[in-house]
């Protein structure tokens, strides 16, 4: 497929219309999405279908003032414009404390200016460049471990397990001695537990929630962090240490924090990268091969054009010939974005949506209602690559389509993120055709991140 092809336009008699809760007709109100155990487990199927339609709501939740923002202007004037006006909510960073600590992503100001700079050489285009093979070797690796008999197979497991294993050696040289299995049944009870909503984290006393989740969480993470701290207690008594992303991390924060508070800070970045860093991927992974398989002629498309990119050679450049098989890639981060909602605390008076903001006030972006909006997309509920033609992008607000955040605060390791899923998943579409399997109904679920409740079971059968 050359990019001469993208001008013919992907019309199926039927688009496909993927998975997601049906908006209820109002509000809930706090009180049923707390004691309900489908809402409180999936706030996703307790949206209201007005969210879906106006550009601007606004709730009261205990002592605090929610403003819900849909409007492209208003979130770039959230992200960007007046960005030093909103912070992180203080229950969003006591809900990432546990896991996250003082990391990159749970700190504000000075702090996480310094760590953005400390960080940022790490996923610039060139160095993302650099370990492309890796991410090809990785992708093969699956490949050759995947059945491809026609059976089921869980291809979210699947993502999991490989793009743990690229954190791992692109981070950390492969030596973090963490096993997949245990891993990811950890990340997973972690995922659980912090995401529900719970009273315990809203009065912020979520470290004595008394649930079955959140106790299963808590002792998650206290295994991966001592997992984690021995690894990177080790690595800092390395005279030979080698020369790698945590390496260099160590050594900065040792340079200008004493040496318990240099561990400390490695670790809560340690965890950020290798939790956080590999879900938001696997997750998109799954969600992006779950789209294809229920599509054919998309699927059709997107393999012709992997196998020409592949047969090239270099794996360097195959990100760069897969115009079509990106475009699935940023509609799937439409339907399923990776951060379901993002919250902001104003630090003083503001005006959004021509609505007074007040300071202490809850500014709340929803990426899945955004990305869904009646006015800003036409037939939002439907699978179109198409979305992301080049030519449909550039009629575009920016702020409308948000998957990795905006402003200042974008996620750091888009780029790697990106490039890494392209290549996996032009991989398997490579070596595999993707099928529904027969009674299993795909449900999302939003709880730390967005990911497939129960996994993601196809028909893989081998080309």
């Keep these: 497929m050359t990019d001469a092809s993208l001008t013919y336009a992907h019309v199926p008699a039927v688009r496909f219309r993927p998975s997601a809760p049906e908006p209820l007709e109002r509000d809930p109100g706090l009180l049923p999405m707390l ?9 996703l199927t307790a949206i209201p279908r007005e969210a879906f339609e106006r550009s601007y709501r606004q709730v009261k939740v205990l002592n605090l003032t929610y403003h819900g923002i849909n409007e492209p202007d208003a979130i770039k004037r959230v992200f960007l414009d007046n960005a030093q006006n909103y912070r992180r909510p203080g229950f969003v960073k006591r809900m990432l404390q546990p896991i996250l600590g003082d990391s990159l992503l749970n700190t504000e100001g000075d702090a996480w200016r310094g760590q953005r700079r400390l960080m940022a050489g790490t996923f610039t285009p060139h160095a993302v460049d650099a370990v492309t093979p ?43 001695g963490m096993p997949f299995q245990e891993v990811s049944s950890l990340v997973r009870d972690v995922m659980v537990g912090t995401g529900q909503l719970r009273l315990s984290l809203l009065l912020g006393l979520q ?29 800092a008594a390395m005279a030979d240490a080698p020369d790698d992303f945590i390496t260099r991390l160590y050594r900065t ?20 990268f290798f939790v956080a860093g590999h879900e938001t991927t696997a997750n998109g992974l799954a969600w992006a091969v779950y789209l294809l398989a229920s599509d054919d002629q998309a699927q059709t498309w997107a393999r012709e054009e992997s196998l020409a990119a592949w047969r090239e050679g270099d794996p360097a450049l195959v990100a760069e010939r897969l115009p079509y098989l990106r475009m699935v890639w940023e509609e799937t981060l439409r339907l399923y974005p990776p951060v379901h909602r993002i919250d902001r605390e104003a630090l ?18 929803w990426p899945w209602v955004l990305h869904r909006h009646r006015t800003l997309w036409d037939e939002p509920d439907l699978f179109n690559p198409e979305n992301f033609d080049p030519e449909a992008k550039l009629g575009r607000h920016r702020y409308q389509y948000i998957p990795f955040g905006a ?55 081998r080309i």
């Design 35 to 43: 004691f309900s155990p489908r809402m409180s487990r999936n706030v």
């Design 134 to 176: 890796l991410f090809a070797r990785l992708a093969e690796r699956s490949c050759d471990r995947t059945p491809g008999d026609g059976g089921p197979v869980d291809m979210a497991a699947e993502a999991t397990r490989t793009t743990l294993e690229v954190i791992d050696e692109a981070l950390y040289s492969g030596q973090t």
């Design 207 to 235: 470290g004595l929630d008394p649930g079955a989740a959140q106790r299963r969480a808590r002792r998650a993470q206290r295994i991966l962090a001592q997992r984690m701290g021995g690894f990177i207690r080790a690595r």
């Design 253 to 272: 924060f040792a340079s200008e924090h004493p040496h318990d508070e240099a561990i400390q800070l490695t670790l809560d970045n340690a965890m950020t």
């Design 348 to 365: 003083g008076d503001d005006e959004l949506c021509g609505q007074r903001i007040r300071k202490g006030d809850q500014v709340t972006i």
């Design 407 to 461: 402003g200042p605060r974008i996620c750091i390791g888009m780029g790697f993120a990106q490039t890494e899923a392209l290549i996996i998943l032009s991989r398997w579409l490579a070596t595999f055709r993707f099928a529904p399997a027969p009674g299993r109904k795909v449900e999302p679920l939003a709880d730390f991140t967005l990911r497939p409740q129960g996994g993601m079971p196809l028909l893989v059968e």
